[in-house]
């Protein structure tokens, strides 16, 4: 199946907000400690106790799809080339994204439940950036710990999307099946690719590394297949080798979770924008150009682990122009 198959763009049902609604400016993590070193520019800073843990959930056919969060870092106006500093400073001040060290990032990871399973899209950084290590919190507001969690799929392997599997050198979510594409593991286990790699990413080369240590049984995965009933993956490469998003469809609703195709301020509106972390800045590109045309022309609810929380919307086409519209999801029946 094609990865941009127009099955994949149904408007999901929304169900409702729980426990403290939208993210403020005044969220700070859980306190764990930094793992591995911080990526230059983007330490981790000493996080206070969490003012609110932000959950926001959604209905798509049998599955309840929770928004949580790890927390959040400013990216430096210089981490996105194709644009000036200014130029993206003043981006980020127009839509409210702007702080004195860059534009807001969150980290949201997606809960998926059906009732049998309950699969975990994405880790988050788990203090290796910014001010994160939330997850966990997020997880117990739901009455969770982390061995209940049955899976997690990782949909690349940046530090921010797996730094929360393995905190402290342990195996953080013991009971979990383990799921990367293959072209991801292969690239950041690869001596060479690290020792040619700058030093920004050098965090995500040993995660990596310890990643597949820890999780003997992960599972390398292939191209598109179903991980669950429902619960298929889409082929997103470009933003890394093995880049994909996770497809979540019942009863007619689909829901797409698309992880870094798209940045704030920069996306959808100008895909030759790119991220400073994006290895093959071409493919990146061309992924884009294929994926926000039809995406808009679907009206395809969207899942963005950047975006501000939860990380919700469409990407639709205003004369012309295509940008982010958040989804009217949060109050309705």
Do not use: C
């Not at 969690?149 to 940046?158: F, G, K, Q």
């Not at 022309?297 to 939860?310: K, N, R, V, Y």
Request: aromatic share 8%; hydrophobic share 45%.
């Amino acid at each position: 199946m094609s990865p941009l198959s127009r099955r994949a763009f149904a408007s999901g049902l929304p169900l409702g907000l729980l426990g403290g609604g939208a993210l403020g400016g005044g969220f700070i993590g859980s306190g764990l400690a930094p793992i591995l070193g911080a990526t230059p520019g983007l330490a981790a800073t000493p996080a206070a106790p969490a003012s609110v843990t932000p959950l926001a959930q959604i209905r798509i056919g049998r599955f309840t799809v929770t928004a949580l969060t790890d927390g959040f870092a400013d990216m430096p106006y210089t981490f996105f080339p194709g644009r000036t500093p200014a130029e993206v400073e003043q981006a980020a001040v127009v839509q409210h994204t702007a702080r004195p060290s860059g534009v807001r990032f969150l980290f949201n990871q997606y809960l998926v439940e059906d009732g049998a399973r309950r699969i975990l899209i994405d880790a988050g950084p788990a203090g290796s950036i910014g001010q994160t290590g939330a997850l966990p919190q997020a997880l117990g507001a739901l009455g969770l710990q982390r061995d209940q969690i049955d899976a997690v799929i990782v949909t690349h392997m940046h530090q921010d999307h797996m730094g929360g599997l393995i905190v402290g050198g342990q195996k953080t979510f013991p009971k979990a099946e383990l799921y990367v594409d293959r072209r991801d593991v292969k690239h950041w286990t690869d001596p060479a690719k690290a020792n040619g790699a700058p030093d920004y990413l050098q965090t995500s080369f040993r995660m990596a590394d310890q990643l597949v240590r820890l999780y003997p049984k992960l599972q390398a995965i292939d191209g598109e297949r179903e991980i669950a009933r429902g619960v298929s993956i889409v082929d997103l490469t470009g933003h890394t080798p093995g880049h994909i998003g996770v497809r979540i469809e019942d009863g007619g609703q689909s829901l797409i979770m698309v992880s870094d195709m798209l940045f704030p301020v920069v996306h959808p509106a100008a895909t030759d924008v790119v991220f400073l972390f994006e290895q093959d800045r071409p493919a990146a590109q061309a992924m884009r150009d294929r994926f926000f045309p039809l995406a808009a022309s679907e009206g395809a609810l969207i899942a963005a682990t950047h975006m501000p929380f939860p990380g919700l919307g469409r990407i639709v086409s205003d004369r012309g122009q295509l940008r982010w519209q958040v989804a009217d999801w949060a109050l309705q029946d």
